[in-house]
T-cell receptor, first 109, second 114 residues
Framework: KNEVEQSPQNLTAQEGEFITINCSYSVGISALHWLQQHPGGGIVSLFMLSSGKKKHGRLIATINIQEKHSSLHITASHPRDSAVYICAPSKGGSEKLVFGKGTKLTVNP | GAGVSQSPSNKVTEKGKDVELRCDPISGHTALYWYRQRLGQGLEFLIYFQGNSAPDKSGLPSDRFSAERTGESVSTLTIQRTQQEDSAVYLC????????????FGEGSRLTVL
């Protein structure tokens, strides 16, 4: 069983829709990262969180440590949000990240 | 520099040759990470440097892989006697103690082993 499971693997939405990507993990963690990988390959760190909720613009990330679950939400989605979103928990006591396989999001105009 | 810089951006080599990949982190960032992404696959951790501490090499796939970092500056990832399965994009990231955990990624070095 993978240490990190993301769902869905692929997601297609219409512009303006509310998007949710889920991440469940089995390892004990100190923090969890959400990353965005654009079609050209560049990776951007969106959030690092260890509890509760963080918001940046139209993006919201939440984490429930007890349930070992995190979600990434995108409000009012836009075609430029099309990318692969990667959940990456940081193993407890370590900076070593464990990566999910990613969720490929396509937002159509 | 303004961001994490990696070179070369593309490298094609023949099986059995050695390659060196370079990462220049953001100035002042104490932590530096190397990751690998094979075609169609997820990211894999390779090695982590933090300041002057001993690096975490637990992700290196074989003894053909090694990495060095001089202080808190440039790092070099070396792959000896390359194999076709080494073909991947090698990504470097750095982070700072002042904003712990926020990672800044380079554009990657795409390695193709023929």
């Amino acid at each position: 069983k993978n240490e990190v499971e993301q769902s869905p693997q692929n997601l297609t939405a219409q512009e303006g829709e509310f998007i949710t990507i889920n991440c469940s993990y089995s390892v004990g963690i100190s923090a969890l990262h959400w990353l965005q990988q654009h079609p050209g390959g560049g990776i951007v760190s969106l959030f690092m969180l260890s509890s509760g909720k963080k918001k940046h613009g139209r993006l919201i990330a939440t984490i429930n440590i007890q349930e070992k679950h995190s979600s990434l939400h995108i409000t009012a989605s836009h075609p430029r949000d099309s990318a692969v979103y990667i959940c990456a928990p940081s193993k407890g006591g370590s900076e070593k990240l464990v990566f999910g396989k990613g969720t490929k999001l396509t937002v159509n105009p | 520099g303004a961001g994490v810089s990696q070179s070369p951006s593309n490298k094609v080599t023949e099986k059995g040759k050695d390659v060196e990949l370079r990462c220049d982190p953001i100035s002042g960032h104490t932590a530096l990470y190397w990751y690998r992404q094979r075609l169609g696959q997820g990211l894999e951790f390779l090695i982590y440097f933090q300041g002057n501490s001993a690096p975490d090499k637990s992700g290196l796939p074989s003894d053909r892989f090694s990495a060095e970092r001089t202080g808190e500056s440039v790092s070099t990832l070396t792959i000896q006697r390359t194999q076709q399965e080494d073909s991947a994009v090698y990504l470097c990231a750095s982070s700072s103690w002042t904003v712990p955990g926020e990672l800044f990624f380079g554009e990657g070095s795409r390695l193709t082993v023929l």
